[in-house]
């Protein structure tokens, strides 16, 4: 979802579509300069509600995606001229989305949007004409409302972002102008105009998070706030802050002591949401990480491939126990993973919407040439039989694998399939790599190749192995170890190349019923691998049911987001 998607729908959500202010008394057509009127609060317009990348309060004319923040003149101003005696440059008149000059008769419809925060004091020059400075006064309010770092700098909400925490919390909160070492969090600062008074009253701060999906997610419904120093803001102003605010991924971290009441649980792609006595004054979205060794980082999207194989043909599937059961299961899983990779700005996507497929295992579709150790032929006979029909393959003496291969798949070609030449990396102590070539009927279903005769060797080749790929789930996927890693074993190679796209772009996640021998929950083959394997990541029910515990997903993800083999940590 694009940031303008989002952003409505987190409007529609909190009912701000249009401009609102609370109920105020009217403001009389006639009184002296000394008549107060009812107050105006207003909070400065810099985030970005229209999603152009420009703080609301810079744009003329404003688009109506960016009036959220604007709050509604008085009715009884409506035709009258607002003079301004103090703090002209803190707000202005917006009707129609152009901003109406002070001195010009107010229209229908017209609102208030805050530049900068302080005191701004209108005279109102009714209808009837009555000379300049003998009309009802109208004070508007201004306040700030800002984000701050741990440096203590000031955070852009229209061009920088919040961002899901990396560190883990101090053991004491620090003090509201202290500076602190997390890179993600962020305080609330309040900037109210000064009154001159010891004891402010405060409005009431809350601090919402919304999902990519624009869905509410946490809440902190009373923020607390300390006096703090205004660096660079005017002198009649006074600023509160908050202390720092953590951004996390899940309730493990929103519930840890240290960060009680300061935490808020929310997803890259969302948005930080803060309200002033329950309006929506400020909002941030929430993307990657504002500081890196690459500079900041926005949202990343990660394509993956959910499939789930079942046991046997029409059998249960590997996890959940029924099909709607696994398809619950898995997108449980996306949603940990693609939360715990949001700390990088890396999103998997809304998991609940993500297709997830169930599949019978592949029949033996899969010849596998020079498996494991690619010696090449010193001549012979492959015979095999495909769907039935049969096919057979002289080797020449010294013929690589890969030659042979295509003469395989040539053979199998001319009886009516198709046929794709599929080479593998070279293990460690093998001459070359395996070939594999992969047969389906001229439909794209699998073909089914055996042997010609049952218990007959498939070839008479004495160097040249030939094997037909099958994949068994019933007693575990055979896994493979450091020796063949580049390459997968051969049922690891043919249950993945049974469901390959083709797409370098996506991420193939693989669910089965367990791994042969119970050593491992999941496994994954990276890009740099010369290998037809590449950005795959398959999990057992052992690693499904792990969730939290090992995050198994999000671990083997990294090594395919990665492109690293090794464990640095």
């Not at 994954?524 to 792990?546: E, K, M, Q």
Request: with cysteine; hydrophobic share 45%; proline share 7%.
């Amino acid at each position: 979802m694009g940031p303008r998607a989002l952003t409505a729908l987190i409007l529609a959500a909190t009912g701000l579509f249009t401009a609102r202010a609370p109920a105020e008394p009217s403001v009389p057509n006639v009184a002296s300069a000394q008549t107060p009127a009812a107050k105006v609060v207003v909070t400065v317009d810099a985030d970005d509600d229209d999603a152009d990348g420009a703080p609301d309060l810079s744009q003329t004319p404003l688009p109506k995606a960016a009036q959220v923040d604007l709050v509604a003149l008085p009715v009884s101003v409506i035709g009258a001229t607002l003079h301004p005696v103090a703090g002209a440059d803190r707000a202005r008149i917006i009707a129609d989305g152009r901003v109406v000059p002070w001195d010009r008769p107010v229209p229908a419809g017209a609102a208030l949007q805050g530049l900068a925060p302080g005191a701004l004091r209108l005279i109102v020059q009714p209808r009837n004409g009555r000379a300049r400075g003998e009309g009802a006064t109208l004070d508007v309010d201004v306040r700030g409302l800002r984000f701050r770092d741990g440096e203590n700098t000031y955070v852009d909400p229209a061009r920088a972002q919040a961002s899901l925490t990396r560190t883990p919390p101090a053991r004491v909160a620090p003090s509201p102008d202290a500076r602190f070492d997390d890179p993600d969090g962020l305080r609330v600062v309040l900037e109210l105009e000064d009154d001159g008074t010891s004891a402010r009253q405060l409005p009431q701060i809350t601090v919402e998070s919304y999902s990519a999906a624009g869905q509410r997610m946490d809440e902190i419904p009373t923020l607390a706030l300390g006096q703090s120093e205004c660096a660079g803001a005017r002198r009649e102003v006074r600023c509160f802050a908050s202390a720092p605010l953590r951004f996390v991924a899940d309730d493990v971290d929103r519930s840890h002591p240290l960060v009680a009441g300061r935490a808020l649980r929310t997803e890259v792609g969302g948005a930080i949401v803060v309200r002033t006595d329950g309006r929506k004054a400020q909002m941030i979205r929430v993307l990657g990480p504002r500081q890196s060794a690459v500079g900041s980082i926005g949202r990343l999207r990660a394509r993956v491939r959910p499939i789930i194989f079942r046991v046997a043909p029409g059998s249960a599937p590997a996890v959940g126990g029924t099909d709607l059961g696994a398809i619950a299961s898995m997108r449980g899983e996306l949603a940990t993973a693609s939360a715990v990779w949001g700390q990088c700005g890396v999103s998997l996507g809304d998991a609940k919407a993500l297709e997830v497929a169930i599949v019978d295992p592949p029949p033996p579709f899969l010849i596998a040439l020079g498996d494991d150790l690619g010696i090449p032929a010193s001549g012979g006979e492959i015979h095999l039989k495909v769907d039935g029909k049969p096919v057979s393959v002289t080797t020449a003496r010294g013929r690589s694998t890969d030659a042979v291969a295509y003469d395989v798949a040539k053979a199998v070609e001319k009886a009516g399939f198709l046929a794709t030449v599929s080479p593998n990396a070279r293990i460690g102590p093998a001459v070359a790599g395996s070939v594999d070539v992969l047969v389906r009927k001229r439909n794209g279903a699998f073909a089914t190749v055996e042997a010609q005769t049952l218990n007959a060797p498939l070839t008479t080749d004495a160097t040249l192995s030939v094997r037909i790929g099958s994949v068994d789930l019933s007693d575990g996927l055979q896994h493979f170890r450091d020796m063949d890693a580049v390459a997968g074993t051969l049922e690891e190679r043919t249950l993945l190349k049974s469901i390959d796209d083709g797409d370098p772009r996506t991420v193939e996640l693989v669910v089965v019923p367990a791994f042969a021998g119970g050593v491992r929950i999941g496994e994954s083959f990276i890009g740099s691998d010369a290998s037809s394997l590449r950005n795959a990541v398959i999990l057992d029910r052992a690693g499904v049911r792990a969730r939290r515990s090992s995050l198994t997903l999000a671990h083997e993800l990294g090594h395919v987001l990665l492109d690293m083999p090794d464990h640095p940590d």
